[in-house]
């Protein structure tokens, strides 16, 4: 999918209630420059739709007339072997109810995407599926770690269980409970980062947040502490989606959307250190959107140069959906500090089915010769 003188964006959305329960969009990025190929060149947040046509799929994932997955349900994903295989896990939404009420055969399994030839093929489920669950990549293997739910519907499922796959045997095993944090009521796992043989998880506690590390070779869980020092950073945390990794740098989107944060983590104190933030990327929408859900994913394009795909539901539209994209570099200077570069910004419309409308669940560059 990569060419000479372009990298290939590829984008995964899910929806509720779709014809489909996941669709892939491609955004072509000139190598270099960051110009987004076939985007015009405006400021975060012009109106989108205007003189460009809709992007259209280039592969669309588990058509209702062939699998049988509820509606309620959305798909996790993440890749593997250098962005070559996209691994699919699908959990319950918040539509369901009550919890577990809905699973299918069709939705327990796992899915493989082979992105070079297009093909698909299943791998066996987790052992132990929970309604929410968290999809992993990390030194290729696959970790799913299965949250419990809290609810009247679930009064016997107090415990996370933990897993890890590995595709080159087919096969799940248990790995070590993690600490009764993620049992707790109202937490939840919003992003990842892995570094130096350990998987740091974020995540919400209500109101808060906390930091988890798990040791892939002790197979110890830690308690990570935050080092308070920039407040404006701290006030900005917990991280979601996969963090990208630099040296000691650690890049990721905030929880408050449209924020880029910069961070370093300590695996020998077990502490995490907040460095900056990027808040260049907050005003994109217009007066006129009436916004609902807003998510978005930040991905590495090479060197110090990423992009950030953000979308949002805009209710006043029932048949198309923005995507903004912006690719941006970081510059670090001499003396060890971090500034912003835009680079190209541009929005691009999907179109929506039937007034359902799409998240943003994962992006990734597939490394393909």
Not at 68 to 89: E, M, Q, V, W
Request: proline letters at 6%.
């Amino acid at each position: 999918m990569e060419g000479g003188d372009y990298k290939s964006l590829l984008v995964l959305v899910t929806s509720y209630s779709s014809r489909y329960h996941g669709e892939i969009y491609e955004v072509k990025i000139q190598k270099g420059s960051g110009q987004i190929m076939g985007g015009v060149r405006g400021a975060i947040g012009d109106e989108y739709g205007k003189d460009q046509a809709p992007l259209r799929p280039v592969t669309t994932f588990f058509n209702k007339n062939t699998y049988s997955i509820p509606d309620s349900c959305l798909c996790d994903a993440t890749d593997l072997f250098g962005g070559s295989k996209l691994y699919l896990l699908f959990r319950e939404g918040m539509l369901a109810n009550p919890p577990h009420s809905v699973m299918t055969p069709d939705s327990l399994k796992g899915y493989v995407f082979d992105i070079q030839n297009k093909s698909f093929s299943t791998f066996q489920g987790p052992r132990v599926p929970k309604p929410l669950g968290n999809v992993i990549s990390a030194y290729e293997k696959l970790y799913h770690l299965a949250i419990p739910v809290t609810s009247p519907h679930e009064p016997n499922d107090p415990e996370s269980v933990f897993e890890r796959y590995d595709p080159l045997n087919d096969s799940w095993e248990f790995l070590p409970p993690v600490p009764s944090v993620i049992s707790d009521q109202g937490v939840e796992i919003v992003g990842y980062a892995v570094y130096n043989h350990h998987i740091l998880l974020s995540l919400t506690c209500g109101p808060g947040y906390e930091f988890l590390a798990f040791h892939v070779r002790t197979q110890k869980w830690v308690h990570v502490k935050v080092e308070k020092s920039h407040r404006m950073a701290c006030s900005h945390f917990p991280f979601r989606g996969r963090a990208v990794v630099l040296g000691d740098r650690m890049y990721a989107s905030s929880y408050s959307f449209g924020v880029v944060l910069e961070f370093s983590f300590d695996c020998e104190a077990y502490s995490l250190t907040p460095k900056l933030v990027f808040p260049r990327f907050k005003r994109m929408h217009l007066a006129n959107m009436d916004i609902g859900v807003q998510t978005e994913y930040l991905v590495h394009l090479g060197g110090w140069d990423f992009c950030l795909v953000q979308t949002a539901y805009d209710y006043k539209r029932i048949d198309r959906q923005p995507l903004w994209i912006t690719t941006f570099r970081i510059i670090v200077g001499s003396g060890g500090s971090s500034n912003i570069e835009i680079l190209h910004s541009t929005i691009r419309d999907v179109y929506i089915h039937g007034g359902w409308h799409v998240q943003v669940n994962f992006s990734f560059t597939p490394l393909l010769e």
